[in-house]
């Protein structure tokens, strides 16, 4: 499995709750594409959120997002960690 970065933009003033929400929306369907969201984090100021994955691909990433009603405006895979 590869691990991803996707970036959320446009969500300006989000919550800790609201984030709370949305990673709590793609968990509860993650298993059926093989993701596992490993954790969220947010820019209220910037409307910038980051969510890291394992994945078998952006794409599976991608529909998990959109059907939880968030979906991703960048994707990037994250082949080297230290």
Same mark, same amino acid.
């Given at each position: 499995?590869?691990?991803?970065?996707?970036?959320?933009?446009?969500?300006?003033?989000?919550?800790?709750?609201?984030?709370?929400?949305?990673?709590?929306? !793609?968990?509860?369907?993650? !298993?059926?594409?093989?993701?596992?969201?490993?954790?969220?984090?947010?820019?209220?100021?910037?409307?910038?959120?980051?969510?890291?994955?394992?994945?078998?691909?952006?794409?599976?990433?991608?529909?998990?997002?959109?059907?939880?009603?968030?979906?991703? !405006?960048?994707?990037?895979?994250?082949?080297?960690?230290?």
């Amino acid at each position: 499995m590869a691990k991803f970065m996707d970036v959320h933009r446009g969500m300006m003033g989000i919550t800790g709750e609201q984030l709370e929400q949305a990673h709590s929306a !793609d968990i509860a369907i993650q !298993d059926e594409e093989g993701v596992t969201f490993e954790h969220a984090w947010a820019d209220p100021e910037e409307g910038v959120l980051y969510c890291l994955s394992e994945a078998p691909d952006a794409e599976a990433v991608q529909r998990i997002h959109e059907r939880a009603g968030h979906p991703a !405006d960048e994707i990037h895979s994250v082949p080297l960690t230290i």
